[in-house]
């Protein structure tokens, strides 16, 4: 295992840990949770296809929790899509008496066999599925992903109910939801950075709104190094450049929350999280970094 190193600036910790001679081995098993972060759209959400007939809470939550697999083409072993309304009302193969969709979220409630396997599907997005079968599944508008961004149509939400009205003065805890790198860059007296972004509760959250405290998002970068950030006040974390020695893209990550997690689905090239993951989305992005 390499050297820790305990490292505390801007309000946030930052975590450094060198793995030499083989993967670290964390105390959660990896979980099959994505949220993209860069790519096209068929990247993001594992080949998805979706034809507009699924509300969008509702497909946002396949995307999130099942489609990795249960894309338009399976992968990893699964059985069928979980894409189209039709794929979600045929009956399972292993219960006919059951729809597909019925199936899948006894699995996600299923502590002993969960779905996905090693994660963990939060109540929410399970209580947004069942509610929309006990209503009939009637068939929803949602706008399928377009290539630029999560797409469709939303009704954004500041969860918090705060918003950044401080200005630039400085703070970590500034403009939560901005493109971090981006806005640094732009200032000579701002310090720059490898890496930086926000965490939310939900996909669609504009700009200032404050997002959630206490997440561990984990960045691992192209040599091994795990930096261990947590969010502030405001959900944001960063990475300054003359915090460590090295940073070394593309990289990868993962946020920590409760004992969830969701894992990023594929390595990307920068750092600046908040320029894909917008309110809308952008650059295959569903919208914001989400909790688990």
């Known amino acids: ?7 505390s600036r801007t309000g946030l910790h930052l975590v450094t840990m060198l793995v ?42 396949l995307v999130a929790a099942c489609h990795q697999c249960h894309g338009s083409t399976p992968a990893a072993g699964a059985p069928m899509s979980l894409v189209s309304y039709e794929d979600l009302m045929a009956p399972s193969q292993h219960d006919p008496s059951l729809s597909n969709l019925q199936r899948a979220v ?13 994660g963990v599907v939060g109540s929410g997005q399970v209580a947004v599925l069942e509610a ?11 706008v399928p992903p377009d290539g630029t961004g999560g797409g469709g149509s939303y009704d954004p939400v500041c969860s918090s109910d705060q918003y950044w009205t401080g200005g630039d003065d400085g703070s970590p805890k500034m403009h939560p939801g901005g493109a971090c790198i981006s806005c640094h860059e732009q200032d000579d007296d701002a310090p720059l950075l490898h890496a930086g972004g926000t965490v939310y509760p939900t996909a669609h959250e504009p700009d200032d709104c404050h997002g959630s405290a206490g997440a561990i998002v984990e960045i691992t970068d192209a040599t091994g190094q795990i930096f261990s950030l947590t969010t502030n006040a ?4 960063l990475i ?23 894992q990023m689905e594929q390595q990307v090239e920068t750092g600046n999280c908040n320029s894909c993951h917008t309110e809308a989305g952008s650059n295959g992005a569903p919208g914001r970094i989400m909790l688990p």
């Open 1 to 7: 295992m390499g050297n820790t190193v305990d490292r």
């Open 132 to 142: 929309w079968l006990s209503d009939g599944a009637p068939h929803g508008g949602c």
């Open 234 to 237: 405001n959900g944001n974390f």
């Open 20 to 61: 030499l001679g083989g993967a670290c081995v964390t105390e959660l098993e990896p979980a099959v949770l994505p949220w993209a972060a860069g790519g096209d759209a068929d990247a993001a959400s594992g080949g998805l296809q979706a034809d507009g007939e699924l509300p969008c809470d509702v497909q946002d939550v």
């Open 106 to 118: 006894l699995r996600m409630k299923d502590a002993a066999s969960p779905m996905p396997p090693g």
């Open 240 to 262: 300054e450049q003359d915090e460590v020695d090295s940073f070394v893209t593309p990289i990868s990550a993962r946020v920590l929350y409760q004992g969830r997690q969701r």
